[in-house]
């Protein structure tokens, strides 16, 4: 059984749209959401991350939206890019800070 | 500075073959993991360390032995591969205390 589910699977945007990644979890000791950005070939690299005593963290065009009563949480990548064009994962973090649940990832197309 | 280093970035085995895939990170990090991601799947804990000479396992370890014996190095064993095991492997490491994983480059394994 998943942990972390992520919707959608793959995403078509116009460049200058926001594109929205939604994330679901159910284990309320979770306890640390990071997004990670993955490029064909290479590993997964941290984009930004929020913890849930926090609504939203912004960094740039990137936003992370939270709701802990639905344990619900979302990337917002705002005026998006074909630079943006990527694999996107949505993470939790459980017991003893070491084990991180994934989401089945967001493969976005951002079209020129 | 190099951060995670994986070998071989790519590797084709029989069934029933055995090999070692390597793993080292030059940033002191106390906490090291190995994740396969499959498509549709994400990214699923296979083992992870806490520091040398401990390790545990995560997610799906079943045909996967691991071992840390120094800090840098953490290498992921397949003592008998199966097609089942045709992924691509991530290597991540992070400090302890710290938040999100740093990510190898990854090592493409196909088996037939």
């Known amino acids: 059984q998943q942990q972390v589910k992520q919707s959608p699977q793959s995403l078509i945007v116009q460049k200058g749209g926001i594109s929205i990644i939604n994330c679901a979890y159910e284990n309320t000791a979770f306890d640390y959401f990071p997004w990670y950005q993955q490029f064909p070939g290479k590993g997964p690299a941290l984009l930004i991350a929020?913890?849930?005593?926090?609504s939203e963290k912004k960094e740039g065009r990137f936003t992370i939206s939270f709701n802990k009563s639905a344990k619900q949480f979302s990337l917002h990548i705002m005026d998006s890019q074909p630079g943006d064009s990527a694999t996107y994962f949505c993470?939790?973090?459980?017991?003893?800070?070491?084990?991180?649940?994934f989401g089945s990832g967001t493969k976005l197309n951002v079209k020129p | 500075n190099a951060g995670v280093t994986q070998t071989p970035k790519f590797q084709v085995l029989k069934t029933g073959q055995s090999m070692t895939l390597q793993c080292a990170q030059d940033?002191?990090?106390?906490?090291m993991s190995w994740y396969r991601q499959d498509p549709g799947m994400g990214l699923r804990l296979i083992h992870y360390?806490?520091?040398?000479?401990?390790?545990d396992q995560g997610e799906v370890p079943n045909g996967y032995n691991v071992s840390r014996s120094t800090t840098e190095d953490f290498p992921l064993r397949l003592l008998s591969a199966a097609p089942s095991q045709t992924s691509v492997y991530f290597c991540?490491?992070?400090?302890?205390?710290?938040?999100?994983?740093?990510f190898g480059s990854g090592t493409r394994l196909t088996v037939v």
């Open positions: 929020i913890r849930p005593d926090v």
């Open positions: 991540a490491s992070k400090r302890q205390g710290g938040d999100g994983y740093t």
């Open positions: 360390s806490v520091g040398a000479g401990i390790t």
């Open positions: 940033m002191n990090h106390e906490y």
């Open positions: 993470a939790a973090r459980g017991e003893n800070f070491n084990k991180f649940y």
